[in-house]
């Protein structure tokens, strides 16, 4: 699997299980309503969306971005349906509480994920990495050649059967077998409720990328359970998609949250009677982003047993070209 230095700049695109025309009809169809309106309100109502999905990536309830930012969950609503016209100030401290760049929060056409990962590489190269990418991108430069494969990620919303289901896979294929979250946790000495008490959202997100890197260092081939927002961090998921042979793990909204209920797990939405509502919004949010990976496997009404073997036939293609590499090698 080789890529050359362009490719670690941007994201390749990747076979959607989501269709493309889907995509482009919801596009298209915001697109239309806010044209019909004068500018002002238009971009208003495109805050308000902006708002609303990123909460939504987040998996933060009205109620919890209420607390957090100290912004009524009234006044929040009105921001999200786009009758609230924001002050930069309190815009500051949603985009604050919900972890994000305030700029990310603006309207604007260059919020494509491709982009939003070459700014981040952008602001961590140093002055010659980033001389190189100016030549590669003005034709000028040479490609040089990178090897990264580390395994299989899951991906997918809490309750989608990540760690149920990777863990059999691994014992399946004789790969070792990581929780991410868990992993976090043991790298820092404290549960992810505790770091994200402590250091935030932003904090966590960190913890969760130094965490990811210490385990691609490790050169070893491994089925990875991560946790349902890593898509919501642009840098660390490219990491995914560019490490691993990625799997969206889904299933119905009222499967997810029968799941969650069962492991005794309602975070980030404990005590809240929109439960149900906050979690779909969760999850339209992020499926975009999910549906970057590999493959999908849907759990939807399936057995314990009969997702696994699923499962295990959606990453045979894989196994069968590792195979063929090892045997070349």
């Known amino acids: 699997m080789h890529r050359n230095a362009l490719d670690a700049l941007a994201v390749n695109p990747r076979r959607h299980y989501v269709s493309e025309a889907g995509a482009a ?8 309503m806010t044209e019909n309106l004068d500018p002002e309100t238009g971009f208003l109502e495109q805050l308000g969306q902006r708002v609303r999905t990123m909460r939504g990536l987040a998996g933060k309830s ?9 912004i009524s969950e009234r006044y929040i609503a009105q921001l999200e349906s786009g009758k609230g016209n924001v002050s930069i100030v309190l815009l500051r401290r949603v985009s604050n509480a919900l972890g994000v760049r305030l700029e990310d929060l603006l309207p604007t056409t260059e919020l494509a994920s491709d ?14 990495q980033i001389a190189q990418a100016k030549d590669i991108l003005s034709g000028n430069g040479t490609s040089a ?19 149920t289901l990777g863990r059999m896979l691994a014992k399946k294929i004789g790969w070792s077998f990581v929780e991410l979250n868990k992993e976090i946790e043991r790298q820092n000495g404290l549960s992810v409720a505790e ?5 935030g959202q932003e904090g966590f997100r960190r913890m969760e990328q130094a965490a990811l890197g210490q385990l691609l260092a490790r050169k070893e081939l491994m089925v990875l359970a991560t946790g349902g927002g890593i898509v919501s961090e642009p840098l660390t998921f490219d990491l995914i998609l560019q490490s691993f042979y990625t799997i969206w793990l889904k299933a119905r909204p009222d499967e997810h949250m029968a ?3 069962g492991q005794g797990d309602l975070r980030p939405m404990a005590d809240d009677r929109s439960a149900m509502a906050e979690l779909r919004t969760i999850l339209l949010s992020r499926e975009p982003l999910y549906a970057r990976a590999n493959a999908v496997v849907d759990t939807s009404g399936l057995s314990v047993d009969a997702a696994a073997a699923r499962l295990v036939d959606a990453v045979a293609p894989v196994l069968q070209s590792e195979a063929k590499m090892f045997a070349r090698g």
Do not use: C, N, P
């Not at 009809?25 to 239309?32: H, L």
């Not at 770091?195 to 250091?199: K, P, Q, R, S």
């Open 145 to 163: 050649h990178w090897t990264s494969f580390s395994g299989i990620a899951l991906i997918g919303l809490r309750g989608a059967g990540k760690s």
């Open 62 to 70: 009205r109620k919890v971005l209420a607390k957090v930012s100290g």
């Open 259 to 261: 799941r969650v209920r």
């Open 195 to 199: 770091i994200i008490a402590l250091y």
């Open 115 to 128: 982009w939003l990962v070459i700014r981040e590489l952008m602001r961590k190269a140093t002055a010659e």
């Open 25 to 32: 009809t919801a596009q298209t169809t915001t697109r239309d």
